[in-house]
């Protein structure tokens, strides 16, 4: 079992629909997690810290399921800019040298 | 403004050769991370340094090489050892800690063999 597993979609949503990504993750220490949007052919740039049991800014909710081991990205009035894929990272370094595992990603589309 | 920069943007390898991607930070931050993307794929962990003159192997070092001789810079190195070396190159630097803060990363450097 992968340690991060995200569903690669690709997610095909009409503007202003409500959508949602799981993020599952295999290793229990995990202490925080990030949510990072990325672009075709750019970098990441963080989204969304969690430290507890969510976080939410404003049309983003990110929400920690720790019992089942699962994060979750819910975004309200889907933009068309808000199209990219989107890469679940637990942080589960014990060594706090900050080594992150990313997910593969889930793929975003929102259309006209 | 403060921030990372991998340069060159692009970069073109000949068979059995060697090359540098450079990375540069003026966050102050103490760790960096070199990161490889294949195309669909996650970012997968080559090398890091928590401080510098130190680094660890990340998944995937076999092929590369880094140095940590300034805290601001953190050059990864190509090597022939390397069979597969296309993909996206990805510099990233953080605040180390327990709640890591998470990365910035620099804006990429796209390596093709030719």
């Known amino acids: 079992r992968k340690e991060v597993e995200q569903d690669p979609g690709p997610f095909n949503v009409p503007e202003g629909a409500t959508v949602a990504f799981n993020c599952t993750y295999s290793?229990?220490?995990?202490?925080?997690f990030f949510w990072y949007r990325q672009d075709c052919r750019k970098e990441p740039k963080l989204l969304m810290s969690?430290?507890?049991s969510g976080n939410e800014d404003g049309r983003f909710t990110a929400q920690l399921n720790r019992a089942s081991q699962y994060i979750s990205l819910l975004i309200r009035d889907s933009k068309l800019s808000d199209s990219a894929t989107y890469l679940c990272?637990?942080?589960?370094?014990?060594?706090?040298?900050?080594?992150?595992?990313f997910g593969d990603g889930t793929t975003l589309t929102v259309k006209p | 403004d403060g921030g990372i920069t991998q340069s060159p943007k692009y970069l073109f390898r000949k068979e059995g050769q060697n090359v540098t991607l450079s990375c540069e930070q003026n966050?102050?931050?103490?760790?960096m991370y070199w990161y490889r993307q294949d195309p669909g794929q996650g970012l997968r962990l080559i090398y890091y340094?928590?401080?510098?003159?130190?680094?660890q192997k990340g998944d995937i070092a076999e092929g590369y090489s880094v140095s940590r001789e300034k805290k601001e810079s953190f050059p990864l190195t190509v090597t022939s050892a390397q069979k597969n070396p296309t993909a996206f190159y990805l510099c990233?630097?953080?605040?180390?800690?327990?709640?890591?803060?998470?990365?910035?990363f620099g804006s990429g450097t796209r390596l093709t063999v030719v």
């Open positions: 290793n229990s220490a995990s202490q925080s």
């Open positions: 990233a630097s953080s605040i180390p800690g327990y709640y890591n803060y998470g990365y910035t």
């Open positions: 969690v430290y507890s």
């Open positions: 340094s928590q401080i510098v003159n130190d680094f």
């Open positions: 966050l102050n931050h103490d760790a």
């Open positions: 990272v637990p942080n589960f370094d014990n060594t706090n040298a900050g080594k992150s595992t």
